[in-house]
């Protein structure tokens, strides 16, 4: 029986405390016996196919390898099942603790579903703002080599390189670690190699790295939590008017489908997203 093979997953990170819910595409995955983040099993999961499983993620730290077993045996860590588990915008004490009077119920909110939209709005604001606001893993990143000593990664504020290959015809040959320690990083995502260079070339540079503020900004925070406790709460979504018996007089409701974007108008999250829209002149 072959073996299988993970080839993607979604999301690629995840908090501390686990709990995401984790799309794993692949090969063979067809009754799936396990998943593993690093050393640690997923105790939830399911096979959907032979090319899909679903696991929700373990408590963990760091960055792990998602593999999984099958009776044909364990598929072979690689950089396209890398998961990173990272603080989150906001945690879930903090979303029941900003607004008490609904979230606090564990009935009505389960932790899941604050994860789930926690895990939504640090994806909005991430992209919207073109910056990780917490330390995020970016894997195998492709870029044209230019033949100069710099290159420009997608995200700014790196920190850390953990691997870096190029490619000539269809070999790609990894920096050694001396190489990689003379890689200068600056905050608007510049990598430069001193005395080195990088190749000309299309795509043939990629890079495996750490970008993102140290720690989640304040007012993003707030906005963060502002959208969640806006958008979660049933008692805020709009009734809407569903029907109207004969001649008009007698209306029945039925709940709408949220704020439809309105949480946008919140004056803290127009701040938040001017303060650290790196896109723009004078950010943060």
């Known amino acids: ?72 045996g364990t598929s072979v860590a690689s950089a396209a099942d890398y998961f990173t588990y990272s603080a989150g915008l906001f945690t879930i004490a903090e979303a029941r603790a900003f607004d008490k009077q ?5 009935e009505d909110y389960s932790d899941a579903v604050i994860l789930a939209k926690e895990s939504e709005i640090r994806a909005f604001l991430c992209q919207t ?31 850390t390189i953990s691997a870096a290959s190029t490619r000539s015809g269809t070999t790609w040959t990894a920096l050694t670690s001396g190489e990689l320690a003379a890689l200068q990083l600056y905050d608007t995502g510049e990598v430069f190699w001193d005395c080195g260079c990088w190749p000309w070339g299309r795509k043939n540079v990629k890079l495996t790295y750490t970008a993102g503020h140290a720690t989640v900004p304040p007012e993003i925070k707030r906005a963060a939590l502002l959208v969640a406790v806006t958008e979660l ?37 127009r701040r938040a997203i001017r303060l650290y829209d790196r896109r723009l002149p004078g950010v943060a």
Request: include cysteine.
């Open 233 to 269: 709460p049933t008692s805020n979504v709009p009734w809407s008017a569903e029907s109207y018996e004969a001649g008009g007089m007698d209306v029945s409701y039925a709940q709408g489908d949220g704020f439809n974007g309105a949480w946008s108008r919140i004056a803290d999250v």
């Open 1 to 72: 029986m072959a073996v299988p093979t993970v080839t993607a997953i979604a999301p690629v990170s995840g908090l501390p405390a686990g709990g995401a819910v984790v799309s794993i595409t692949g090969t063979v995955l067809t009754g799936a016996t396990g998943v593993s983040f690093g050393a640690v099993p997923a105790t939830v999961f399911s096979s959907l196919s032979a090319t899909q499983v679903v696991a929700n993620a373990p408590a963990g730290s760091g960055t792990v390898h998602v593999t999984v077993t099958t009776p044909g």
């Open 102 to 106: 609904q979230l606090e119920s564990v």
């Open 129 to 159: 703002c073109g910056v990780d606001f917490v330390p995020t893993v970016h894997t195998d990143e492709y870029h044209d080599g230019l033949g100069s000593s710099s290159v420009l990664l997608d995200w700014p504020l790196p920190t």
